[in-house]
């Protein structure tokens, strides 16, 4: 019997030939991820070795990331002094994969690792972050966990425990219509299948709508695959694939491309027709609420956000910046903009984008998570509604739990933020 994408990657990185779906395993880990919760992680990490005599070490110093996102720059003495903490231990166990508040390396954990080469096809990622299934757009198994488990990676190497998961194919067919893009598709998907639709489930991408699809949106896909309870999203690794980290992230090694077998035993296949779809928006409280456009136009907004690890890529930017340009934010309206990285960041200024979008009335924000959460940025007052390209609009997302969070694609978020109501901008003039 054939094996899906997940049982061949699952299997290969246990050291073993075949894995069924639901057999436990522990496979190695080839990249394991933290930001300012590494913290926590630093607290039961030292605790394994606290009364056995040996030094607290990492098993490989290369195979660990730490970026900074969630709050930067430090908004408190607590966040500052556990960011010191971190430091002072990437100092110690000699981790080079650690990306601290900087104008020119930092930014949102999940672009940082695809964008830098660090993640790999047929490599197993793990995250003290949910939106760890990102990574999946490269071809990798990536999920989150939490920071007792991730101590217990940085100690071992390995995650224990791992049930390889059935598996959702889900094939998209088509081209997508002028002003409809990925996100449309992944909540058009999520609306149709529930938010527990994927529960410890993987979720394969194929068609053609996603062999013609950048790098970018296949990261948007895999990204929200976890709101479909997924336990991670996957896109098989392609010439796109190798393209994507040979141009853009600067992967020199060799990679090892290769796909579920072709008589792989799905649970489950959606079929998704990219030609037929319209702007889709998820409304309060829940990413599965989702409707088209047309039921919600007219609404008013009291704030646009674009960015995240979501929709804060170059061309989200672009999307947003060509329909903005010459035209103004409206008066009742506040649009903040978070790119994904630094690097983002200032490609967008070389070409304009940043200069479009500010001279429109947008408030550029440093890349970082800072609005998604409304921790430090952008939080919404009592009965505001926010309209933005993020992942969650779970009740006090952003901020607060007496306002409503909206969730659309960086076109929407754009064309709204003209007019200061829900727009679609298939309809702008």
């Known amino acids: 019997m054939g094996m899906t994408y997940a049982q061949k990657l699952l299997a290969k990185a246990a050291g073993k030939a075949h894995a069924a779906v639901g057999e436990v395993l522990e496979p190695q880990v080839h990249l394991a991820m933290s930001h300012e919760n590494g913290a926590l992680v630093i607290n039961?990490?030292?605790?394994?070795?606290?009364?056995?005599?040996?030094?607290?070490?990492?098993?490989?110093?290369?195979?660990?990331?730490i970026i900074f996102d969630h709050r930067v720059p430090a908004e408190s003495s607590k966040t500052a002094t556990n960011q010191k903490k971190i430091r002072e231990f990437v100092a110690k166990q000699g981790i080079g994969k650690f990306h601290d508040i900087r104008g020119d390396v930092g930014g949102i954990c999940h672009q940082i690792l695809?964008?830098?080469?660090?993640?790999?096809p047929g490599a197993v990622v793990v995250g003290t972050d949910s939106h760890t299934t990102t990574h999946g757009a490269l071809g990798a198994f990536a999920f989150g966990i939490g920071a007792t488990e991730m101590a217990s990676v940085w100690a071992l190497g390995r995650i224990l425990n791992v049930e390889v998961p059935g598996t959702i194919k889900v094939v998209v067919s088509g081209k997508f219509p002028e002003h409809v893009y990925p996100k449309d598709l992944i909540l058009h998907l999520i609306g149709k299948i529930s938010a527990e639709g994927a529960n410890y489930k993987a979720i394969e991408f194929h068609g053609e709508a996603i062999r013609n699809m950048p790098t970018s949106g296949r990261l948007v896909l895999c990204n929200m695959s976890v709101e479909a309870g997924a336990t991670a999203g996957i896109v098989p690794p392609d010439e796109e694939t190798q393209r994507y980290l040979r141009e853009e992230a600067g992967v020199k090694e060799p990679l090892e491309l290769f796909g579920p077998d072709p008589d792989a035993v799905y649970e489950r296949v959606v079929e998704i027709d990219a030609s037929a779809l319209g702007p889709q928006i998820a409304c309060p409280h829940t990413v599965d609420n989702v409707k088209l456009i047309n039921e919600l136009a007219g609404k008013k907004v009291q704030q646009i956000v674009i960015g995240s690890c979501t929709n804060g890529?170059?061309?989200d930017l672009e999307i947003a910046a060509k329909i903005l340009k010459?035209?103004?934010?409206?008066?009742s309206t506040r649009m903040l903009v978070f790119p994904a990285s630094w690097r983002i960041y200032q490609k967008a200024m070389s070409l304009g984008f940043i200069q479009?979008?500010?001279q429109a009335g947008a408030v550029v924000?440093?890349?970082?998570?800072?609005?998604?959460?409304?921790?430090?940025?952008?939080?919404?007052?009592?009965?505001?509604i926010a309209?933005?390209?993020?992942?969650?609009?779970?009740?006090?997302?952003?901020?607060?739990?007496?306002?409503?969070?909206?969730?659309?694609?960086?076109?929407?978020?754009?064309?709204?933020?003209i007019t200061g109501t829900i727009t679609d901008p298939r309809g702008l003039k």
């Open 44 to 65: 039961q990490f030292d605790e394994i070795f606290q009364g056995t005599g040996r030094e607290a070490k990492v098993w490989n110093a290369d195979r660990i990331a």
């Open 114 to 120: 695809a964008e830098n080469g660090y993640v790999r």
């Open 313 to 315: 890529r170059l061309d």
């Open 326 to 331: 010459g035209r103004r934010v409206a008066d």
């Open 356 to 358: 479009d979008l500010t």
């Open 365 to 384: 924000c440093n890349p970082g998570c800072g609005p998604c959460l409304g921790i430090h940025q952008g939080a919404l007052g009592d009965g505001e």
């Open 387 to 417: 309209l933005a390209t993020t992942n969650r609009n779970f009740k006090g997302r952003m901020g607060n739990p007496k306002a409503e969070v909206y969730l659309c694609s960086p076109a929407v978020a754009a064309a709204s933020a």
